[in-house]
């Protein structure tokens, strides 16, 4: 990096990339322009401090930039929205291998591909050690947000993507865990793989019914190649209970610009990426919503995570209920229609407060919680 300079870097990292039709004007000017075809955007913003949200030794520069991508994906596409562009601001010592930082910039760029959008620009700065900040921006397709806010009573609480893999990853890393059978949870804490197009499709079928007017391609399998060493780290495990594989494919996501305000009752009333743990992220919409959550443990049962904890002493429902950072989607449907396809029913929304799991009050840690306690060592979580 000291070599090279500042304005070199920049010129390095943006070479040869293409930007979605969502970024009108990319790196070279002050400042970026992103559409908003309706007038609004959604936006969200997050951080990973190297040696604190990340190790090097266990994830390449490549990981670690799809990781950061990844986690701000998934929440614009749990409110909702379509990922439009990304910014984002990298800190760096001067004694930084150009390698890692090509590293960061293909894997950031590989998985905003992914979610349909693009790097639009973004800062470098000196730092002690290596930061990543990324702002990301999505277009709520005229549509009402889905918020945490939305449950009802009687709601099916379902889920789409796999839950506590990310979880037995750490552990297995914190154990020296690197056998073949542990390849699949390492990798998943390596690069979450949120499944956007499952959220997207189910807006889609929500809002519009299934047409399909104006079609705008999400997720979809030529953007994860066979080739793409995180899938094939992801590939190697084995699908959880959930019936998804960590990679998802779908028809085009389509935006529908007579799209009213009003939500439909066949989408999600509420929806959450499951970052912090699914206690506590469900915990979340249910505060919000003035509702209480009762999970059903059988439902969440993941068969193949059982072995894994049995070889690291530990126990597969705690990971799959407080592990978070799988980036799975939680939400909540009303009652009397039929699940979109890769979601699946965990529990029911009741009336009352507070969430419990069969009937039970759960007591303890819930999920993460950035600042609890006083060791501010590295944990391997980026939430």
Request: with cysteine; aromatic share 6%.
């Amino acid at each position: 990096m000291r070599e090279l300079g500042e304005f070199a870097l920049i010129e390095r990292i943006n070479a040869g990339r293409v930007q979605a039709p969502g970024v009108l004007l990319g790196p070279g000017d002050d400042a970026a322009l992103v559409a908003a075809p309706d007038g609004r955007f959604v936006v969200t913003t997050d951080m990973l401090v190297q040696d604190r949200h990340f190790r090097l030794d266990w994830s390449s520069p490549e990981d670690v930039g799809r990781k950061a991508i990844a986690q701000n994906a998934a929440d614009v596409v749990a409110m909702g929205a379509t990922p439009t562009a990304f910014v984002v601001a990298l800190g760096c010592p001067a004694e930084t291998p150009l390698e890692v930082i090509d590293g960061l910039a293909d894997g950031m760029w590989a998985e905003a591909a992914r979610a349909g959008a693009s790097i639009a620009g973004g800062d470098l700065v000196r730092s002690r050690e290596l930061v990543v900040s990324v702002t990301a921006f999505g277009d709520p397709g005229r549509g009402a947000p889905v918020t945490r806010a939305g449950a009802r009573v009687g709601d099916v609480v379902a889920v789409a993507g796999r839950l506590g893999w990310s979880a037995a990853g750490l552990a297995a890393f914190t154990a020296g865990a690197t056998g073949p059978e542990f390849v699949g949870v390492l990798a998943a804490h390596r690069v979450p793989q949120p499944p956007y197009a499952l959220v997207l499709d189910a807006l889609r079928r929500g809002r519009y019914g299934g047409s399909n007017r104006s079609e705008v391609q999400h997720d979809s399998a030529s953007e994860v190649t066979a080739g793409d060493p995180a899938t094939a780290r992801l590939d190697s495990g084995v699908p959880g209970s959930f019936g998804t594989s960590a990679i998802e494919s779908s028809a085009p996501v389509t935006l529908d610009e007579d799209f009213g305000t009003e939500a439909s009752d066949v989408g999600p009333h509420a929806l959450t990426d499951v970052s912090d743990g699914l206690l506590a992220d469900l915990g979340h919409i249910a505060s919000a919503s003035g509702v209480a959550i009762d999970l059903d443990s059988a439902a969440l049962r993941d068969p193949a995570l059982e072995p894994i904890a049995a070889r690291l002493d530990a126990d597969a429902a705690q990971w799959i209920l407080t592990g978070g950072e799988d980036h799975a989607f939680a939400g909540t449907w009303a009652p009397d229609g039929a699940l979109p396809p890769g979601w699946v029913a965990v529990g029911r929304v009741l009336a009352g407060r507070g969430l419990t799991v069969d009937g039970v009050a759960q007591t303890g840690d819930v999920g993460w919680e950035s600042f609890r306690g006083a060791d501010s060592s590295c944990d391997g979580r980026s939430r």
